[in-house]
């Protein structure tokens, strides 16, 4: 163990002495363990930013909508469409309530305006969701994604219907410049439309805020405000208010059961299963690509490696001519350039790692600062156990290369030489 020891320190002196000679390897050493490492993280970062928000979704989610092929170009065909669809969902329904770990709720869709709350600078128009009393969180299918809406501050419990929860943008439309007291409720009018085609008023006390949903878009010299308000689901029959859609929001352990039934029942669904399927069938093509690429940069790197390490042995033929002269095995010299090898290209690869770290910290800011985006530094688990057998190959391989012909030196010809 000492004699180990002993030799590693040599070693150890040895890359220090020959600092030029291994300098001009480490360059080689450096670029190609950089770009290696910089190609994984930069794909599998371009992969995760581009669907972080999907792959934070549970794999149990779904959204049943409206029946498929169905002919909206007449009244009739409308009616007809809304029957067929509410009786395809109650078959499904009764199917759901047989399944264990899965629970569901419908909620409708329906459109208003708020006159009150506009003038020629300013439009606020509310998407309408009538949803069950009881609110907790249930996620939303927009954008072909699913996005949570939970509740931010106040009741999460619609005690009777003329109560409402809204977005936190909205909130703040409602509330800019006005000061809150205490015992005051903020309350605000909403315009319904009923299935006789009538249009009544009502007012609504706001009790609860949910995270932000609103969205903003500029047309002509006015700003129109897309806002979300949360509202009974009991006002529909209460008033014969008409909806645009109805969906059945489902989170269960057996998605793929539900949806080949909501298949089945050509019910339009929607699954955060599929989604998460698609993203890895993306991510799976991309483990050929890296490698390829891998297996290109060992065979060029492999190469480099062999010529540079020959160069750094003919410099030090006279150097191991002289210790096999004075005593030294076969054994000790393979030992000891192994262990050269060895530190050399650790050193590299933690020196590679540092540098495409800073790159990566680097291109984070620059996203952060000029393009507000919040850019997250990634590494799959793959492309890291592919980085870290790559490394240990080529360090050992060509360290036991480099340390085998450092005894194939014919001593008594380079003696004579020098």
């Known amino acids: 163990m000492k004699k180990i020891k002993k030799i590693f320190k040599h070693s ?34 371009y992969i995760y930013n581009k669907y972080k928000e999907e792959l934070a979704l549970p794999p149990t989610l779904g959204r049943i909508g409206t029946a498929r092929m169905v002919d909206y170009h007449n009244f009739r065909s409308v009616e007809l469409g809304e029957y067929a669809t509410r009786i395809r969902k109650n078959i499904l329904m009764e199917q759901l309530d047989e399944m264990d770990k899965t629970n569901y709720f419908q909620y409708f869709l329906g459109a208003s305006a708020l006159p009150f709350y506009q003038d020629q600078e300013l439009a606020i128009v509310p998407q309408l969701y009538y949803i069950p009393n009881e609110f907790s969180f249930f996620y939303l299918h927009d954008k072909k994604t699913f996005e949570l809406v939970y509740l931010v501050e106040g009741n999460e419990i619609l005690n009777n219907p003329y109560e409402v929860l809204i977005d936190q943008g909205f909130y703040e439309i409602l509330t800019k410049g006005f000061k809150k007291e205490e015992d005051s409720s903020l309350t605000i009018t909403l315009s319904f439309f009923t299935k006789n085609g009538e249009t ?57 059961e539900v949806i080949n039934l909501a298949n089945n029942l050509n ?21 050929l690509l890296k490698g390829i690429a891998t297996i290109i940069l060992l065979s060029l790197l492999g190469i480099n490696l062999y010529s540079s390490f020959n160069n750094v042995l003919k410099e030090r033929r006279f150097e191991i001519g002289v210790k096999m002269a004075l005593g030294a095995g076969k054994k000790d010299i393979i030992l000891q350039f192994f262990l050269e090898g060895i530190i050399v290209m650790l ?26 985006v919040q850019w997250t530094i990634y590494l799959s688990s793959y492309s890291l156990t592919t980085y870290l057998f790559s490394v240990l190959f080529l360090s050992v391989f060509f360290s036991l290369v480099f340390a085998y012909q450092s005894t194939e030196v014919e001593i008594v010809k380079h003696l004579k030489s020098e």
């Open 12 to 45: 150890f002196i040895m890359v220090q002495r020959e600092m030029t000679s291994y300098l001009l390897l480490s360059v080689t050493i450096l670029l190609s363990f950089s770009f290696l490492l910089g190609f994984f993280m930069f794909s599998d970062s």
């Open 200 to 256: 009544i008023f009502r007012d609504f006390k706001v009790v609860g805020v949910v995270n932000n949903r609103t969205l903003k878009r500029a047309h002509n010299d006015s700003t129109i405000f897309y806002v979300s308000v949360f509202l009974s689901s009991n006002l529909l029959e209460k008033y014969n208010l008409s909806y645009n859609d109805s969906y059945l929001f489902v989170n269960s352990e057996h998605i793929r």
């Open 347 to 372: 050193l590299n690869c933690i020196f590679s790692v540092l540098l495409v770290l800073n790159i990566g910290v680097i291109y984070k800011l620059i996203q952060r600062v000029f393009y507000q």
């Open 267 to 287: 019910l339009e669904n929607h699954s955060s299963f599929t989604i998460l399927n698609r993203i890895n069938n993306e991510i799976r093509g991309q483990l």
